[in-house]
Structure formats: structure tokens, C-alpha cells
């Protein structure tokens, strides 16, 4: 069993930055995909990044790969999502996800984190 706590949203300006941190419990994190997912109001939940088991392959969806970094730190059960140069339309809830295998695509991940909410004002 793996519990995944996001924190660090928030409100910001368009052209401004945020990190994401995922904290997860449970010794068995490093051999864990990660990622994250986001959802804004009124659409579907979709993928938004996604890194391995060791931090040394990432993955990132077309409308963020740029401007958003996904890395993780095995030692501290963390993984992190640095956004910036960020858009109004980057307004959702983010999740943290964790797969036994991977976090892919149109896939649904093995557990959610609570998700954090992520405004940027125009």
C-alpha cells in the first residue's frame, strides 16, 4: 500500500512558477512509477508527466514538455513537478499517481494522491 500527499499549489500569475511535491509512504517507493495527472473543471482527467523507478527516464505530455519538470528523489520518497512559463489553461487539480510498473498514458495508475489545486490568474 502506497499513500501519495501533494502539496505546494496554489495561485499564480500567467508567465509565473510553481513546484509540485508528492510525499509517499512505504519503503518499497524506489521501485515505484511515478506521475502526475491533472484535472480541470469540467474535463477529464489526463496525464501531465511521468518519470521511472530510478529518475532516468521521463516522459511529459505535448501541451507541457518545456516548461514542466518531473523529477524524483528515492531517498526522501519524493517526486516533484517544477512548472513554469505557467498558462491559464494549466488550471486543474494535480495528482500524484504511483504504478507498480509504470505511469503511463491513458492508463490508470495503481493509487492517487488527494490532489492540490493550481489557479493562474491572466
Known amino acids: 500500500q502506497v499513500q501519495l500527499v501533494e502539496s505546494g499549489g496554489g495561485l499564480v500569475q500567467a508567465g509565473g512558477s510553481l513546484r509540485l511535491s508528492c510525499a509517499a509512504s512505504?519503503?518499497?517507493?524506489?521501485?515505484?512509477?511515478m506521475g502526475w495527472f491533472r484535472q480541470a473543471p469540467g474535463k477529464e482527467r489526463e496525464f501531465v508527466a511521468t518519470?521511472?523507478?530510478?529518475?532516468?527516464?521521463?516522459y511529459y505530455a505535448n501541451s507541457v514538455k518545456g516548461r514542466f519538470t518531473i523529477s524524483r528523489d528515492n531517498a526522501k520518497n519524493t517526486v516533484d513537478l517544477q512548472m513554469k512559463s505557467l498558462k491559464p489553461e494549466d488550471t486543474a487539480v494535480y495528482y500524484c499517481?504511483?504504478?507498480?510498473?509504470?505511469?503511463?498514458?491513458?492508463?490508470?495508475?495503481?493509487?492517487w494522491g488527494q490532489g492540490t489545486q493550481v489557479t493562474v490568474s491572466s
Open positions: 499517481a504511483a504504478d507498480r510498473h509504470s505511469v503511463v498514458p491513458g492508463q490508470i495508475p495503481d493509487y
Open positions: 512505504g519503503h518499497t517507493f524506489r521501485l515505484y512509477g
Open positions: 518519470i521511472n523507478w530510478s529518475g532516468g527516464s521521463t
